[in-house]
């Protein structure tokens, strides 16, 4: 076993080493077996250690604990690189516990995801990966990990994690190593967000039905801003909207959101500031309160805990206390624009 005859690369002038950066790591429950498959940064400490990144609220922490709780000694860890691109995204997908991932993956392929045993440990990946590393991580070991620059634009700064001794590394032939550089958004790793954003759409629907579209703008780096546009119906419904998200997965960790009416295209980040900095009274319509936030929020004074905002950027009316009429939107008459539509080629543009 030897690490160092991977590519890896460091990424930034003042990574604390190199990383692997787009590994699909796969663990199970010591007490439900239940699988689960994170995407979660390694740094090659040297030939047969990895620090793994578990940070607090994701699937692969909850199992250190479960395993520290009950006395398990070592964690089974796998670490697929490459293959099926569903597959890889997959363990970035916020899916609610106990859901695995493979299936999502499968069904975004259209036919299930082919496992094959692993040769070191009592786990399963997948068959068409480039790499698997596999070893186990000691749920009562940690090590110095980081830095490292981050999708946020900062350097994470170093701190303990769980280590991963490596027990075997298999390939392909000719095998092709996977990677991603993440910075300063947009990077690539915020188009892999993009389709989570499109993709669970429909599941925060099913929670909330008010919710027309979402729209994580890249400057907000994932969890820090949402514009979500809702079909408002009631006095707060803004405000249910907010904190429903809020208590929704990892949503909860979202430091601003902002909530439209039905008719802003939250696409359009343009449209959207307008209605934002036309529509809201910054002493009435903003909620301002503490809760979890992500593990990297630098700007929290607490680790992984801090304020957040929410903003109700919707027409008001009487019954939510606006006593004034509210103006109407500026809007083309449609002949007008469908004869100026009509010239536009005639003008050769």
């Not at 010591?30 to 689960?36: F, K, S, Y």
Request: net charge negative.
């Amino acid at each position: 076993v030897d690490l160092n005859r991977l590519p890896v690369l460091k990424c930034w002038p003042k990574d604390g080493g190199r990383f692997i950066t787009l590994p699909t790591v796969i663990s199970r429950d010591p007490v439900t077996n239940a699988r689960n498959v994170g995407m979660y940064r390694l740094q090659v400490f040297d030939r047969r250690t990895l620090g793994m990144h578990w940070q607090i609220h994701k699937g692969g922490a909850e199992h250190t604990r479960v395993a520290q709780e009950t006395g398990v000694e070592g964690i089974p860890v796998a670490v697929s690189l490459g293959g099926d691109p569903a597959v890889m995204w997959c363990g970035s997908a916020p899916l609610p516990p106990g859901i695995d991932e493979f299936l999502l993956a499968g069904w975004l392929r259209g036919q299930p995801v082919e496992l094959t045993p692993c040769v070191t440990q009592p786990l399963e990946v997948p068959a068409h990966a480039e790499f698997v590393i596999e070893g186990y991580v000691d749920p009562h070991e940690r090590r110095v990990e980081g830095p490292f620059g981050d999708h946020t634009g900062y350097y994470t700064p170093p701190d303990e994690y769980p280590v991963l001794h490596v027990t075997a590394i298999t390939h392909r032939k000719r095998p092709i190593y996977p990677t991603t550089v993440v910075g300063l958004p947009p990077m690539e790793d915020y188009w892999m967000g993009k389709a989570t954003e499109r993709l669970f759409l429909p599941l925060m629907k099913l929670f909330l039905g008010e919710i027309v579209d979402v729209n994580m703008p890249p400057e907000g780096v994932f969890h820090n801003l949402i514009f979500v546009s809702i079909k408002k119906r009631y006095p707060g419904h803004a405000r249910k909207v907010i904190n429903g998200l809020w208590g929704l997965g990892l949503m909860m960790l979202t430091r601003c959101i902002v909530i439209f009416d039905e008719h802003v295209d939250v696409q359009n980040t343009q449209e959207a500031y307008f209605h934002m900095l036309s529509n809201v009274d910054w002493s009435r319509d903003v909620i301002i309160q503490d809760g979890p936030t992500d593990a990297l929020d630098h700007a929290s004074y607490r680790f992984a805990y801090g304020g957040k905002i929410g903003i109700d950027a919707t027409a008001k009316g009487p019954m939510e206390g606006y006593t004034r009429p509210w103006p109407e939107l500026l809007r083309m008459d449609p002949a007008v624009k469908a004869r100026i539509d009509a010239l536009w080629p005639r003008l050769g543009l």
